[in-house]
């Protein structure tokens, strides 16, 4: 066997080895012996068809795929032995010639490299970096306070319509009548609403209920029927508001802290208050460190400046995406996923070179702050510690979702790595001029 590598342009090498009969002979009549246990061929008994007959049948394919196993394999030897680093893959080459599996014994598999460019990365106090910290204002405090008493309010009833209270009203359209249908003003925009507002119970109006509620669920629940029940049904009713009922906040007295905070961390109006702004606040700190994480890795793809084969990596993704995409696809996205690829490297530079890693602690703590977020999201802002812990092992448990809780762990101790190494101001920002940052990133 003979292994020969070639240095081409654009950051990219091309790895010719030629293989032999003395290379690929005992896998090809292994693999031959294992197609004549196992032939059905008619006339023949299983495991009795001449090797003859089995060469005649099978050889040629056995031929090419032993040959380019031993080949392949023989590549990924040298590299590794070489210590040549590269990119993504190696792919089969477009100067591979052709191949005579008929009468040929000496074959020439041509692959290709994507070099992979050296770090050189000097960071110190001179590089500056901005944190972009979002300024709690009153709004925020007032949404964030009235979305969480809402779990845990009721509804009382009201004098007139103010804006998104809850009606019961009747529907009648002559041929079908609907007693105490729900009507949810909540769920509609200010426009929908309008025709509803300042109202009183005994008012009536005509409407339509496709355009009262677009979604088919939706409707069909309003009229108490299924949703195959509504083709047929005129849609056109007379409504009556029959009653009116607001949200009201529930009173901050102990009943309501014992609820809300089973822990017991939460006792007073004050100390209400004071969870209220630090929870905003450890959700704007996930909005801030986000943007920093995206500042990090422009600055830094950028100051690295690294020649990355190009032509090959655009070869390889249409290679291994086996024609999915189209090369003039890939060349439309490209450049976001030349800036993520490049940070991807750069985060394998940083692991290696301070020696980062994520314990097995760390990994379950991130999985239950996950769990406890999705489950917030469902009214239950302190799930039980077993139920955490048991869905954070589902979440690890799967491969795809533990992957990418690693990923952003890691992901997390590049940028703060980073910190440690260059200079951080840190600005407060409107939640308006937050915005514009992220969106010119």
């Not at 031993?70 to 040298?78: I, P, W």
């Not at 020439?108 to 944190?131: M, N, Q, R």
């Not at 005509?206 to 005129?234: D, F, M, T, W």
């Not at 007073?268 to 909005?287: C, G, M, N, P, Y």
């Amino acid at each position: 066997m003979n292994i020969v590598r070639e240095q081409r342009e654009q950051n990219t090498s091309l790895i010719k080895v030629t293989v032999g009969e003395q290379d690929y002979a005992q896998e090809v009549d292994k693999a031959l012996r294992e197609y004549k246990r196992k032939a059905n061929v008619p006339g023949f008994r299983p495991g009795m068809v001449p090797m003859s007959l089995i060469r005649k049948m099978y050889g040629k394919g056995v031929l090419a795929e032993q040959s380019y196993r031993k080949a392949s394999n023989s590549v990924f030897e040298y590299l590794q032995k070489e210590n040549i680093d590269y990119l993504g893959d190696v792919i089969p080459s477009e100067e591979q010639g052709d191949f005579d599996f008929e009468n040929g014994t000496e074959f020439e598999f041509v692959f290709e490299i994507g070099e992979a460019p050296e770090i050189k990365l000097e960071l110190s106090d001179k590089d500056k970096l901005t944190y972009h910290k979002i300024k709690v204002d009153k709004k925020m405090h007032e949404d964030y306070r009235s979305n969480f008493l809402r779990r845990f309010g009721r509804l009382v009833d009201a004098e007139k319509v103010s804006s998104d209270e809850a009606l019961t009203v009747t529907l009648d359209n002559g041929e079908m009548k609907v007693e105490d249908a729900y009507v949810g003003l909540i769920s509609m925009s200010e426009e929908e609403r309008k025709p509803f507002v300042g109202k009183k119970v005994g008012f009536k109006t005509k409407v339509n209920v496709n355009e009262l509620y677009k979604n088919p669920s939706q409707r069909a629940a309003c009229l108490q029927v299924k949703e195959h029940e509504l083709e047929g049904i005129n849609p056109e009713f007379e409504l009556e508001i029959t009653k009116i009922r607001k949200f009201a906040e529930p009173e901050l007295n102990e009943e309501f802290f014992k609820m809300a905070f089973p822990a017991g961390n939460v006792k007073t109006a004050e100390e209400f208050e004071k969870f209220i702004d630090a929870q905003i606040e450890s959700e704007l700190r996930r909005e801030s460190d986000y943007l920093f994480t995206l500042e990090v890795r422009n600055y830094l793809v950028k100051k690295a400046d690294l020649k990355m084969p190009e032509a090959f990596l655009k070869r390889w993704l249409y290679t291994i995406n086996e024609g999915k995409f189209t090369m003039e696809e890939i060349e439309k996205d490209f450049d976001q996923f030349l800036k993520m690829f490049t940070w991807n490297y750069l985060q394998k530079h940083f692991i290696k070179a301070d020696n980062l890693s994520v314990s097995k602690e760390e990994a379950e703590a991130e999985a239950k702050a996950l769990a406890a977020a999705q489950f917030a999201q469902y009214g239950m802002p302190s799930a039980p510690e077993d139920m955490l812990a048991g869905y954070a092992g589902k979440i690890l448990a799967d491969k795809e979702q533990g992957q990418k809780i690693y990923e952003k762990l890691y992901e997390t101790k590049v940028v703060e790595d980073v910190k440690s190494k260059v200079k951080v101001t840190e600005k407060s920002v409107s939640a308006d001029d937050f915005a514009k940052l992220a969106q010119a990133l």
